[in-house]
Every structure is written in structure tokens, then in C-alpha cells.
């Protein structure tokens, strides 16, 4: 089939780390033998991108164009693009809540036309499940989510994010489709030596918790558990951890390693024993996924989606994020994995989340949607 994507959120020469979940979908839909055009829309945008711009990423063609609302004629500009590109197409299939609003008009006026196309819809956003997350001014404009009544198919990367999308779509439209989760490199074996090494993945931000993972690391020394952290990422709260460390004393403890290249993660992921976040709120939780892939128990709060994968055997999971809990949670877990080979942990996530088993998910929603056309 011809199959256009079009996103609000993808990878591009500014800023190759932008929402590489989609491109990664992209690439297990590919994997299935479609063909695969993206349009990127990029929203509000204060970049400099020319009225139209055509490129390739990693072999996709694509598409970008700026839709900013202060300037009107961008929105026409980018509605006669969709109309083009949706004339090409089998199916349209969108990527972020933002590109249904952006995508609407233009399907709208080609249904009506009798020229619609079926349209599945895939959701990551966190503001989905939980406006209030997000900010206030969406908590009082999530009414908007009605809009998903339109797609005929919408996928959740969890079963919680599909479940409450289905409280907005047409009846029984849901459906779950993970995240694309690779194993880079082979699995190797973790060493459980002194100290325990801990390793968190995601930005310095309050909703990752990175004060309380600090103080975690403090909480365990205190109990005669020696422990480090490594924190890869960067973000607004790197001086306050930083100062935090320093406070603590915990400056052999703890290492924050500032911006890392998304190919590097994997290896501070091997070079750990435990998978250690405390996050406030998640989906997919790809960085846990991605540490679980690679072998390694996860020690994180109960908050999200991730349960779908995250269970008594391969992590532990807490209510309570403070760091008595946590750091209970991290000597349960060392106990419970200390002796079950990695590669028991990798298998059932490399399977569960690979390139091919993404994209067969991808084709019963196509061929469901066609259905429902």
C-alpha cells in the first residue's frame, strides 16, 4: 500500500533527536513491504524553512512544511499540500495528537468529495492520557481530544493511552501499538559488583525526578549499600543537581553526563546493573524499555503505560516515590536478578518490541480501517 504519514513531531537536520519514535514506525511500516511518504508539518515553527521542502530521512522521502497560526497563509499552504499528497495515497495515517487538528480540514474535504481515504491515527503524548501533565491551559482545552472520533482506526503505544483514546473514537477503533524498542549490540552480562552501578536515562527535568534519584543514591550509602549513578541527559535542572551532589557529597557517587548521542545510550545501559528512575508521569517509557532490552531490571514508580511490559519479572515497581522506597525497591531488585541471566530479561522485549512485530500491528490497523471505510 501507499501510505502517508504525516507528523507534527519527526526527526529532522535541527534537531535529528526529535521524536525518533515516529521514525521508527516508519521504519516497521516500511519493513512490511509499504510505501512510505512522511509530511512533516512543523508547527508554529520559528525556524527558518522555506513555504515547501522536500529531503529524504533515512531513506523516507519527506516532505516539511511550516503551519504557523499567526500567519494564515501557511495554513493554506500546508491544506493544499495535504490535498496532494493524500491524493497519492491508500491510506493516511498521522502521528501526534497536533496532526489531526492540521489534518482534518483537508480529509474532511476529500470524504465529502468521495474521494476519502482511511485514516489510522497514532498516539504518544502524554497530554492525551493526562491534560493536567502537561499545563493547565491544555487541561482546560482537552475537551479537543473529540477530534479522534474522526481517524477509523487509533493506536496507543499502551494499553492505558488506548484505552482512553477509545473514550473519544469511533466504537471499538482502539488498538495497542508499541513502540519500536532495538537491541543495539549483544546482551552482556551484568556484574553486580561494589559499588552497584545505576543508570538513569532522561532530561533533567522535575517530572524525571532527578533530586530524588540523588537522593536515593544518598539513602543507599546510608544503609551500607555502596551504589553510583550515571544520569545521561541534560536539561534546566543540571546546576540544582549538580548542586545537590555537591550538598550531598556524592561527587564519586553520582555522574551526570550532560548530552549524550542517542547510539551512545546503549552503552552506559550494559555498563549498569539496575535501571533506576523515578519518573511522574509515562507512556511507552522507551528509555526503560530500551534498558530492559539490554538486560537490565528497572526500579521505577508506578505511573504509566509501561506496565504493559514492566512486571515482577524483569523490575520493580513503587507507589511511593521517596527515596526510603525507592531504595528498598533497589535491594529487592538486586536480590531478585542478581543470579537471572540478561539475556532471560532482553528476549521477551526484543521480540515483543522489534521492527517486525511494530509493523504487523501497523498492518491490522490498516487493513482494520480499510474495513471501516
Not at 228 to 251: F, I, N, Y
Request: charged share 20%.
Amino acid at each position: 500500500m501507499k501510505i502517508l504519514v504525516i507528523a507534527t513531531w519527526y526527526p529532522h537536520e535541527e534537531r535529528p533527536a526529535e521524536a525518533p519514535f515516529n521514525a521508527d514506525h516508519v521504519e516497521a511500516i516500511r519493513g512490511q513491504g509499504h510505501e512510505v511518504r512522511v509530511v512533516h508539518i512543523r508547527l508554529g515553527t520559528a525556524l527558518a524553512l522555506p513555504a515547501e521542502a522536500n529531503g529524504s530521512w533515512e531513506g523516507v522521502p519527506v516532505k516539511r512544511i511550516a503551519a504557523d497560526p499567526k500567519r494564515p497563509l501557511t495554513l493554506l499552504a500546508c491544506q493544499r499540500l495535504l490535498l496532494r499528497e493524500m491524493a497519492w495515497a491508500d491510506t493516511v495515517h498521522t502521528m501526534a495528537f497536533s496532526s489531526v487538528l492540521l489534518v482534518l480540514p483537508a480529509w474532511a474535504s476529500q470524504t465529502v468529495a468521495g474521494r476519502g481515504r482511511p485514516w489510522v491515527h497514532t498516539e504518544h503524548w502524554n497530554g492525551v492520557v493526562n491534560p493536567a501533565s502537561v499545563s493547565t491551559v491544555w487541561k482546560k482545552l482537552a475537551g479537543l481530544r473529540r477530534v479522534l472520533r474522526f481517524p477509523h482506526v487509533v493506536t496507543g503505544v499502551t494499553g492505558q493511552l488506548a484505552a482512553e483514546m477509545q473514550r473519544f473514537a469511533r466504537p471499538d477503533a482502539a488498538m495497542v501499538v508499541p513502540c519500536v524498542v532495538k537491541g543495539r549490540g549483544p546482551v552482556l552480562a551484568s556484574t553486580f559488583g561494589s559499588p552497584l552501578q545505576l543508570v538513569a536515562v532522561g532530561g533533567l527535568i522535575p517530572r524525571k525526578r532527578p533530586l530524588t534519584t540523588i537522593r536515593t543514591v544518598a539513602w543507599l550509602l546510608e544503609q551500607g549499600m555502596p551504589a553510583h549513578l550515571t544520569w545521561v541527559g541534560d536539561g534546566p535542572q543540571m546546576a540544582e543537581c549538580q548542586a545537590l551532589v555537591d550538598e550531598l557529597d556524592l561527587a564519586d557517587s553520582v555522574t551526570l553526563t550532560g548530552a549524550v548521542r542517542p547510539a551512545e545510550v546503549a552503552a552506559y545501559l550494559s555498563a549498569a546493573d539496575l535501571f533506576l528512575l523515578p519518573t511522574e508521569q509515562e507512556n511507552f517509557f522507551t528509555s526503560a524499555a530500551e534498558a530492559l532490552a539490554a538486560g537490565r531490571a528497572v526500579v521505577a514508580t508506578r505511573v504509566g503505560g509501561f506496565s504493559d511490559y514492566a512486571d515482577a519479572s524483569n523490575s520493580r515497581l513503587v507507589d511511593e516515590p521517596i527515596p526510603a522506597v525507592l531504595g528498598a525497591a533497589v535491594i529487592d531488585a538486586v536480590d531478585a536478578f542478581r543470579d537471572v541471566p540478561a539475556g532471560e530479561i532482553a528476549g521477551p522485549i526484543r521480540e515483543r518490541f522489534s521492527t517486525a512485530a511494530v509493523g504487523a500491528l501497523f498492518d491490522n490497523a490498516y487493513l482494520a480501517a480499510i474495513a471501516r471505510s
